[in-house]
């Protein structure tokens, strides 16, 4: 695990630095921190929208499926880099889905994604609130056990989540190295990724 938050790290520094930011000042800014698990979650929530959009057209036995699941661990990792979640903290990866079904673990993810919104202050209208830290790093821990039940749901062990997460990092340096962008996004790439 300690491999893949050091290369998530490393393409977190890239990125923000391709649009003038710097990733570690913005860990350390509490304003910035707060931006940026917002725009992590949202990212999150993204991801397994296509994953379970992946689920629903082609069921549980595609490659694309096994792909959009490391694409929320890119994000997963980014969030608990900010909050603080380092990688010996990460629950561990669990030998089985415990009879969960695909439909169950997306209901647990949005429960857990919408924990870790309301660990920020995002009711414009509410008063009081304001970030809390540690019910930001409990909701991205609770992220963590529905990966790996979706992982399991999808016969997916750490050593295969690993080389695909390897090589889709190695897609994602191209991608930034290109200008990848809303309007020159292609999914081509991922399916070069072998599984």
């Known amino acids: 695990m300690r491999e893949i938050f050091s290369l998530q790290w490393e393409l977190n520094v890239h990125t923000l630095a391709n649009t003038g930011k710097d990733f570690e000042a913005t860990m350390n800014d509490p304003e910035q921190k707060v931006v940026w698990i917002e725009n992590y979650r949202k990212a999150l929530s993204a991801e397994l929208a296509e994953l379970i959009r992946e ?14 699941i490391v694409d929320i661990l890119h994000f997963l990792v980014s969030l608990s880099q900010i909050v603080g979640l380092n990688p010996e903290e990460v629950p561990s990866f669990g030998p089985g889905a ?9 209901i647990l993810a949005f429960l857990a ?9 995002w009711k414009w209208w509410a ?13 991205v821990g609770d992220l963590w056990e529905v990966l790996f039940r979706i992982c399991a749901v999808f016969g997916l062990d750490f050593q295969e989540l690993k080389k695909i997460y390897v090589a889709k990092n190695r897609i994602n340096f191209e991608r930034q190295r290109k200008n990848y962008n809303e309007d020159t996004k292609t999914e081509d790439d991922n399916r070069t990724i072998e599984i």
Do not use: I, M, Y
């Not at 415990?98 to 997306?106: T, V």
């Open 98 to 106: 415990n009879g969960d079904s695909f439909d169950s673990c997306a």
């Open 55 to 68: 689920v629903r057209d082609q069921g549980l036995s595609t490659q694309n499926g096994k792909v959009e």
């Open 113 to 121: 994604l919408d924990d870790l919104q309301g660990s920020l202050k």
């Open 127 to 139: 008063k009081g609130g304001g970030f809390k830290p540690e019910k930001a790093k409990r909701a």
